[in-house]
């Protein structure tokens, strides 16, 4: 294909849409509201209100139709209702789904153009990462002095996987989410997405679970913790169905996401962009595709476990029945190590294109980067039950397991090699981006070292469960992987926006934040240390110091944030201007105008070396 | 090329390495003495070792990272204004990989030898144990003697003897954790896990639920006694014998 939509388009104006025209995220809201009545309404009076499971069935109906309404509000079902009626979308409908010459309305529908969908993603992790700061604040200002005096123990303990919950699906889609829609189809030379329509239903889908995931807090909560335990879940009220619907909801997107994204690498790239020249954040972005892929099924088949449990009787998890919680930790942790490098793994791959822009020098051990993160996602399949250490299951595992999770320290160290050596004698510009990139190296040594600790089974039986894990997981989400989401915020915002992140806010923010996490879970290690449990809403007065060490560092974090989210509005709406290549980068995305046009390339791109070329000769086509 | 491959001077870089790994070791041995609670039977110190023994190698490690990414910071921060100049194109340094490659796969497997030996010597047994027979729910631990009728909210154990901890749950899942003890397994309603120790220094002992269970779980402890044996059978026999 060497012509754009753009071109064959017939007049300036799309004529095509139809009911498209009418939709957007209002009326996508409108649509989940009314739909998840009617499911209401009709299980209340479907069902016999007698049954023990009455108040479940109700309230998985009513998710339910949320969800269904949700996705026929925004549209997603237009194209292939159309289709099956043989009635197919014709260029100009194509292109007024792609958002052609809609300002900023198209950021607000079922848009397919992937690069709205990556802003849509951007502010989407963001207004994730605001539910989850606050519901942290929240958290730690009971925690600043030992009783329970700011939230009761009930709110508390909901709280707490509320927190836990939203963060991770922030987490999930910090990177791979903006970057991996936004530049990852320019860097391969693609015009799109392969699927560019299951990328928007992939967003949107994830945007609906979202506000259920949030519903549950005002629909009696989820006092369980995030693992959700398959005994003290049961004990748990509608919020549960509803987290359970969240997480059958979520799967649905991450499965199309990846789908889409694995095929684009495949088969989307330009001539010349072989597996070998790939910029190495689209090799991150693919392996975290595969691994989720691999992962979150398991999360479906444990929730979906969970709502059959509530709504129909069966006994998977139940013990007086037959069924065994620990079927629900061991399912819940074959998804949830994996997703740990889901997380950790896109992050990791941005910083590595990072470090070779930043430092003028080509990547450091390109091949063994990527053996590396091939080698932690296969092991990250292997050691899900270190998590089960203390559960009493299987203690005869106990052993393999223990070598499969010390084992993940090998790839783990070559993550530090690539980036210590890809910058070792370079010329580093210390730019934002550097900056967040230098905390992410101290921070991530910090959450190394301390899993090792965890790994050890004697050792483990002294910590788990304790304020040291809780620690030692927050210097990896905050410490590391945020860290790298916001270094690769600051380094692709010029591509999104054709201005600069605030150099002089960013500094700060990034001051403040490093220093907040120094002491929010610097302390926290030493809570556990002493014996302070996980997920405790009071203390005895022997935790009363370092608690209130980590409550005031929470609040310098939270100062820090304030600032990035200050930094980032008044630089998108009039930062300095960047131009389409600020940091001087081989990569495709830094060769198209800014801007980028719908469908990037006015003609395709040839290939015909790596992007790391900096102070070699250049290979001329 | 844009810079020369003059060898630059590394002695800032080896002194910070130096430096920190000192201060890595210090920090290894003092803060666990500091911070972990009287650990009070074989398991619990064998933890503390196990954490002193783990800080101390991964000092000089996470130093070294740490060391080199301030000689970047340092030496190789671009000082010019505008864009700066493409540096000597490094792809490879097979040396380096493995060496890096060797030491951390000899620091593995040197962590998994002493892990799965400490592991050893935590399941062996000594075959004739006291057994505790220990049951938690929403929120309470409650501690019964086999082979007697006493029933006890508070745990005594004699020195010296092993003891075997056989766990259930009467509702959710708890985590029965002997802080002191360094020892802990999950109580999980209609099935029996066990774990043992054996307790080596008289005094008090914390007994802590560390697997979230609902409302009050902030709350669920117990207090526990290491005593004598004499004066363990005392307390057994001034027990009322009900239940």
């Given amino acids: 294909m060497t012509t754009t939509l753009e071109h064959t388009a017939t007049s300036a104006e799309p004529r095509g849409g139809g009911l498209a025209r009418h939709q957007n995220f209002g009326t996508a809201i409108v649509a989940g509201v009314i739909l998840a009545w009617v499911g209401w309404f009709v299980a209340r009076h479907l069902f016999w209100s007698g049954s023990d499971n009455w108040s479940d069935q109700v309230a998985t109906m009513t998710a339910t139709g949320w969800m269904i309404g949700f996705w026929i509000g925004i549209g997603a079902f237009n194209a292939p209702f159309r289709w099956l009626v043989g009635n197919d979308n014709s260029r100009d409908e194509d292109l007024y789904y792609a958002g052609y010459k809609q300002g900023r309305a198209r950021y607000w529908k079922y848009t397919t153009d992937h690069k709205v969908v990556g802003v849509q993603y951007i502010i989407l992790t963001m207004s994730l990462l605001a539910v989850g700061g606050i519901l942290a604040m929240a958290i730690r200002t009971e925690l600043i002095v030992p009783g329970t005096h700011f939230v009761n123990q009930q709110v508390y303990n909901s709280f707490i996987a509320i927190h836990g919950m939203v963060m991770i699906l922030a987490l999930i889609v910090a990177v791979a989410g903006p970057w991996g829609n936004f530049v990852m189809p320019i860097m391969v030379g693609a015009r799109d997405m392969a699927f560019p329509r299951l990328n928007a239903l992939s967003l949107w889908t994830l945007v609906s679970a979202a506000f259920l995931l949030v519903t549950v807090l005002a629909v009696g909560g989820l006092p369980v913790g995030w693992v959700v335990l398959g005994t003290i879940s049961d004990q748990a009220g509608v919020g549960m169905d509803f987290f359970a619907m969240t997480i059958v909801v979520f799967t649905v997107s991450t499965t199309v996401a990846s789908i889409n994204l694995i095929t684009t690498v495949i088969t989307m790239r330009t001539k010349g962009m072989t597996l070998d020249r790939l910029p190495i954040f689209v090799w991150g972005t693919m392996i975290t595709a595969v691994l989720a892929l691999y992962a979150f099924p398991f999360f479906f088949v444990a929730e979906l476990n969970q709502i059959l449990d509530r709504t129909v009787s069966t006994s998977f998890y139940v013990a007086s029945g037959g069924g065994t919680s620990w079927l629900q930790a061991n399912l819940f942790w074959l998804m949830g190590h994996p997703e740990v490098y889901v997380i950790l793994i896109p992050a990791v791959a941005a910083l590595f294109e990072i470090s070779s822009v930043m430092a003028r020098k080509p990547l450091f051990s390109y091949k063994t980067a990527i053996g590396a993160m091939v080698a932690l996602s296969g092991l990250s399949a292997l050691v899900w039950a270190h998590h089960m250490f203390t559960s009493g299951w299987a203690p005869t595992l106990g052993g393999p397991f223990m070598v499969t999770t010390e084992v993940i320290s090998i790839p783990t160290g070559i993550f530090f090699l690539v980036l210590v050596g890809t910058l070792w004698r370079g010329n580093v510009w210390m730019r934002l981006p550097t900056l967040w990139m230098f905390g992410f190296i101290f921070n991530f040594i910090v959450g190394g070292v301390t899993g090792i600790y965890l790994s050890d089974i004697p050792l483990d039986e002294q910590l788990h469960g304790t304020m040291f894990v809780t620690a030692h997981f927050h210097y990896i989400f905050v410490g590391s992987v945020l860290f790298g989401a916001i270094a690769a915020l600051a380094f692709w915002f010029p591509k999104v926006t054709g201005r600069f992140l605030d150099e002089r806010l960013g500094r700060y923010s990034f001051w403040l934040v490093f220093i907040g996490v120094q002491l929010t879970f610097g302390a926290m290690f030493l809570s556990g240390l002493k014996g302070m449990p996980r997920r405790d809403a009071s203390y005895s007065l022997a935790f009363e110091h370092t608690n209130f060490i980590s409550t005031i560092g929470a609040y310098i974090i939270m100062a820090g944030m304030l600032i990035l989210l200050g930094a980032i509005i008044t630089s998108w709406r009039k930062g300095e201007p960047s131009g389409p290549n600020p940091w001087h980068a081989n990569s495709l995305e830094w060769q198209v105008p800014t801007p980028v046009p719908l469908e990037n390339f006015l003609e395709d791109p040839v290939i015909t070396q790596d992007p790391y070329h900096y102070g070699e000769e250049l290979v001329r086509p | ?243």
Wanted: charged share 10%; with cysteine.
């Fill in chain 2, 1 to 243: 090329m844009a810079t020369s491959s003059t060898k630059r001077s590394l002695t800032r870089f080896y002194w910070a390495w130096g430096i920190l790994t000192v201060v890595g070791v210090v920090l290894s041995i003092w803060l666990p003495h500091r911070y972990v609670p009287r650990m009070m039977s074989n398991d619990g110190n064998l933890s503390l070792t196990t954490m002193i023994l783990f800080s101390v190698l991964a000092a000089p490690v996470a130093s070294g990272v740490y060391a080199a990414a301030l000689h970047i910071m340092h030496a190789d921060r671009y000082r010019g204004e505008g864009v700066p100049p493409a540096a000597e194109p490094i792809r490879e340094n097979t040396k380096l990989l493995v060496t890096w490659l060797t030491v951390s796969a000899v620091l593995t497997v040197f962590v998994l030898v002493w892990g799965l030996g400490a592991l050893a010597a935590e399941n062996s047994t000594s075959g004739n144990p006291l057994v505790v027979d220990v049951t938690g729910q929403q929120w309470v631990w409650t501690f019964a003697y086999p082979g007697t009728h006493v029933v006890s909210n508070e745990l005594y154990v004699p020195d010296n003897r092993e003891v075997e901890f056989r766990v259930t749950s009467l509702d959710v899942t708890h985590g029965f954790w002997v802080v002191n003890f360094g020892v802990q397994v999950d109580a999980n309603p209609g099935v029996i896990t066990t774990i043992h120790t054996t307790p080596d220094k008289l005094g008090t002992i914390e007994v802590r639920c560390e697997q979230f269970c609902g409302l009050n779980h902030a709350f669920m402890d117990a207090i526990g006694h290491v005593v004598t044996p004499s004066q363990f059978s005392a307390w057994l026999s001034s027990q009322p014998q009900g239940a």
